[in-house]
């Protein structure tokens, strides 16, 4: 009995080994095509327009492959983009290059770099060019911005994206060999980021949408309340012309001239972030429309440093109630028709933060 014991633990611990590895080489493939409207960006548009920028304001060494035998400048990119006739923001492929280390359900790698790619009209794969994951590029991977859709989260960095392999991909190559069959991808992905392995890069996001609507009559009962909001927008710049003046008012009506100001509606921009489940409202900025032309952006703050009142209470308490007609004109970097604002307006309640955009569609 003792002997089947020692057996079965000798088989379990070589299993188990067989299954871990230390800085395994592994090269994943993220095609712009299969990426989903739910991750909320695209990593390969994302990853292809920072790469650019970078390159053409000198911030980053771009070179001709992983082996980095030359470094190209924005002039070859740009004759490559001419040969292929692909622009390098339109690339169908980026490969990204990583160690993975698994071990006793601990997970975590080390990015190395990316290969920009695409496939020319002719057919032919190009090969724009490497770039190397130092800790520079980290840096500047960290402080840039996805173009997030309805379904991503406002504020989410390219970084935090990589860290968290948010991203849909497939494993080419793995610890010395080339992966060529769908199953074999298939069993290294489910093997590393099963759900009980922990995951020692993932960054915490929070959820967090940009939304912006405008105040305006429609509708609803609510449009009275609108009106009332206007009013007292007018009253306030009517009895302070230099504040109307100072953000652009001048450019609407004449300093020589009384004409009263008449506001049409008044956009805001407002951070939505969601806790255990409940939205909370953080207003960032209003634009007033007089006769439709807009004057520029008013920060909350400058509102507050106004002493302005909305029946009362001050501005940011008046937007957070909602007590009022208005229609969502976009979330995030996407623009919403006007005839989907309602449901839009109740997804966020309804509908997982990563289903904005398929709530909608189904509704």
């Keep these: 009995m003792k002997f089947i014991c ?18 395994a080489k592994a090269i994943l493939v993220c095609n712009r095509q299969i990426q989903k409207d739910s991750i909320g960006y695209n990593i390969v548009g994302d990853l292809a327009a920072w790469a650019y920028n970078q390159l053409d304001s000198g911030k980053i060494e771009f070179w001709d492959s992983p082996e980095k035998k030359f470094r190209l400048k924005i002039d070859d ?10 622009s390098f923001a339109n690339l169908s492929n ?5 160690t993975w280390t698994l071990r006793k359900h601990k997970f975590k790698f080390e990015l190395k770099g990316f290969s920009f790619t695409t496939v020319s009209k002719k057919g032919d794969e190009v090969l724009y060019g490497y770039v190397e994951c130092n800790s520079k590029i980290k840096r500047q991977l960290a402080e840039t911005r996805l173009n997030v859709n ?7 960095t ?9 991203y849909d991909f497939d494993v080419v190559f793995f610890n010395d060999e080339p992966i060529k069959t769908l199953q074999q991808d298939q069993k290294i992905k489910l093997h590393a980021l099963e759900p009980r392995n922990k995951k020692i ?10 939304v912006e609507y405008a105040v305006e009559t429609g509708p ?6 609108s009106i009332s909001l206007m009013k007292q927008m007018e009253d306030f710049f009517n009895d302070n012309k230099q504040e109307f003046f100072n953000y652009g008012g001048d450019n609407i009506l004449s300093y020589l001239k009384n004409s009263p100001v008449i506001i049409s509606q008044f956009n805001v921009a407002e951070l939505w972030s969601k806790s255990s489940g409940t939205v909370a409202y953080s207003p960032q900025q209003i634009i007033p429309y007089v006769v439709g032309i807009p004057l520029q952006p008013i920060a909350l703050q400058q509102w507050q440093d106004w002493k302005v009142k909305f029946d009362s209470v001050s501005v940011n308490e008046a937007l957070v109630k909602k007590n009022f007609y208005y229609i969502i004109q976009k979330i995030n970097n996407t623009n919403i028709n006007h005839t989907q604002s309602a449901i839009f307006s109740e997804a ?3 509908a997982n933060w990563d289903g904005i955009l398929e709530y909608a569609r189904k509704n």
């Design 94 to 98: 980026i490969f990204i290059y990583e």
């Design 77 to 86: 990119l740009k004759g490559i983009e001419k040969t292929s006739g692909i």
């Design 348 to 350: 966020p309640e309804k």
């Design 220 to 225: 609803s009962m609510l449009s009275e309340k």
């Design 158 to 166: 390219l970084w935090q994206a990589l860290m968290n392999m948010q």
């Design 201 to 210: 890069n993932e960054l915490k996001v929070p959820e967090a949408k940009l």
């Design 150 to 156: 309805a379904d991503g989260m406002y504020g989410m």
């Design 6 to 23: 020692a057996a079965i633990f000798i088989f379990l611990l070589a299993f188990n080994q067989a299954y871990c590895y230390k800085n």
